[in-house]
């Protein structure tokens, strides 16, 4: 079954989905959706996903949008590797991580809620990058302490192979580096970002290598 995926490079929830492809190594189109020209608001794109918002995957008949439902749904039909582990807890364990990052840090970061900031209440530069810092920075927190508690070794989230966790890790730190985030508070956190990024379907994933990043 083909399927294509219409995303951003930066857009940190295609990131997530670029890793999980590549996480299952099935083959998937690209397709450019440029946030940067207003391109997800345009009606080709509406037609797909009415909020506006990337990622798409299309696969078959099907077109699905949010990016913990498209995860959840390419693990579910191509099962192996799993990205959810099999023991209950391990997998509510992977469930809580993922909820922090896509629930409590994303939204309060994305590119639709920081152009508010800045033109519904004329916030500066200097107090854009003070509100991203703070909600990363709450997230990182609680991310860091469920490590101390529950992870061995800082080479994944949970378990001993890469899981759903790590594919929305992963592109939340890069966002954090591209904002200057000082991720000295969490060493846990930075051993199992530099541990998966050293793992060929997360390079290939980073936004520096997508057909639409600036060269």
């Known amino acids: 079954m083909s399927m294509t995926l219409f995303g951003y490079y930066r857009s940190s929830a295609s990131y997530r989905i670029r890793i999980v ?14 946030l940067n020209r207003g391109e997800q608001q345009q009606e080709g794109f509406l037609s797909r996903n009415p909020s506006g918002l ?21 693990d579910e039909i191509h099962p192996d590797p799993a990205l959810l582990p099999a023991n209950s807890i ?14 409590d840090v ?4 994305n ?39 529950h992870n061995s070794d800082d080479q994944f989230c949970v378990g001993t192979t890469p ?11 890069y966002n954090a580096r591209r904002f200057a985030l000082d991720l000295a508070p969490f060493p846990r956190l930075c051993a199992i970002d530099t541990h998966c990024q050293s793992l060929a379907a997360f390079a290939d994933a980073s936004p520096e290598r997508q057909p639409d990043a600036p060269q």
């Open 111 to 149: 590119l639709r809620v920081l152009n508010w900031l800045r033109e519904e209440l004329d916030a500066s530069d200097a107090q854009v990058t003070a509100w991203i810092h703070r909600w990363i920075s709450s997230g990182f927190v609680a991310i860091e302490s469920l490590l101390e508690q």
């Open 54 to 74: 990337v990622p798409v995957l299309e696969s078959g008949n099907a077109s699905l949008s949010q990016s913990l439902a498209i995860a959840e749904f390419i």
């Open 21 to 34: 492809l590549n996480l299952k190594g099935l083959p998937w189109n690209y397709e450019a959706v440029l």
């Open 163 to 173: 899981t759903l966790a790590d594919a929305l890790l992963i592109p939340q730190v």
């Open 90 to 103: 391990e997998r509510a364990r992977v469930r809580e991580i993922m909820g922090i990052i896509a629930c």
């Open 106 to 109: 994303h939204p309060l970061q």
